[in-house]
């Protein structure tokens, strides 16, 4: 079988160890006579493998104590909501900054509940850049200060954290176990996992639980982060097959050095194309300021819309998929996401140079 070379922006692609676990695993779990996604949530099979799921976690993301995390289902826009419904006290509002596509859904959200300071706005500068951490100040009164880790459209990826006085809540949706964490500095951080973490359908949520006594009371249980906490993410139902794709992603993470291994490889990943771009002399072009550059999604241009159609028409004959740009900015993107492997990006690298070569 021969595999396509993956850079969609998500659901996006898998160690293929992983599918080929599931592959032998799907109809015999663990030898147990059954699948994992036929086993109630409230049995044996699924208990171990949730349990094992989590200690795993916390061990790859160095979770510290004082922290709860589970998954739950409504993917990364089911916490835009959640998130104010929550932690939006109607009499301080919240801060958003606002780096692009993403963060604008957020803070679009948190309208709804209650007052939202927008802190910053990349409007501007077309959502190419990022504030300087020190340079952040909110209201101290404000509920929480709200950030994207990386712009999964724009391409833009925060390299360090604002430390400001009150609860940091960061949506980690397209970066998570790309790079190690200071989990500490985050009052809640959520994840949908199909972009890097394991097929689509859990969204992993870790909440510092001194946080959770500053929650807005009277919210239907299935919205309150504490129903979440207090059943140990098993209020309802889970999606046990993400779950388990994620525990097995886990394993692959890990086998392969952890956030530091994944950080290593990222940076490899996407320096072998920031350097075709910057080399071919303006032929390629990242709107991206530089410090702010993702590792994660590399968004960029060719001289004209001509161009950019035949250079994708040039990446489908080469086993290449997912390299059109979002509809809302145009363009190229190819996100690299941990479980890509470095041989497909160095395809890439070589198709644009010889691109280049014949078409520049
Ligand atoms: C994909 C994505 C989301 C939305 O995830 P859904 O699971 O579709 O709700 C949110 N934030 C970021 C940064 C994303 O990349």
Known sequence: MSRKKNFF?????????????MEREIANYNDEGLSIVESSHRSEPFNTMYSETLALLGEVMEIPEGYSYFFLGGGGSLQFAML????????????????????TKALQEAQVIGPVATYWDGKDTSYTTLPAVNTIKPSPESSYLY????????????????????????????????????????SLIFAGAQKNMGPAGATLVIIKDEFLEHQNSSIPSILDYR?????NGLYN?????????????????????????????????????YDAIDQSGGYYRSPVDRDYRS?????????SEELEAKFLAATKEAGMVGLKGHRSVG?????L????????????????????RVNG
């Open 295 to 303: 590792t994660m999604n590399i968004v960029f241009r060719l001289p």
């Open 331 to 335: 363009g190229l993107r190819a996100s």
């Open 337 to 356: 996401y941990n479980a890509l492997p470095v041989e497909d990006v160095e395809a890439l690298a070589n198709l644009m140079r010889e691109f280049q």
């Open 9 to 21: 922006a998500g659901p996006s692609v898998l160690p293929v160890e992983v599918l080929k676990e």
């Open 84 to 103: 104010p419904l929550n932690f939006l006290n109607p009499a301080k509002g919240a801060t958003y900054i606002n780096s692009g596509s993403w963060a």
């Open 237 to 273: 139902t889970p999606p046990v097959f993400s779950i388990w794709g994620v525990k097995l992603v886990l394993e692959w993470v890990k086998r392969n050095g952890g956030t530091a291994g994944m950080a290593q490889r990222a940076q490899l990943k996407s320096s072998l194309l």
């Open 147 to 186: 950030l994207c880790s990386n712009e999964t459209i724009g391409g833009v990826q925060w390299k360090e954290w604002p430390e400001c006085g009150i609860p940091l809540v960061a949506d980690m949706s397209s970066d998570i176990l790309s790079r190690s964490i200071p989990i500490e500095k985050f």
């Open 227 to 231: 129903s979440h906490q207090k059943s």
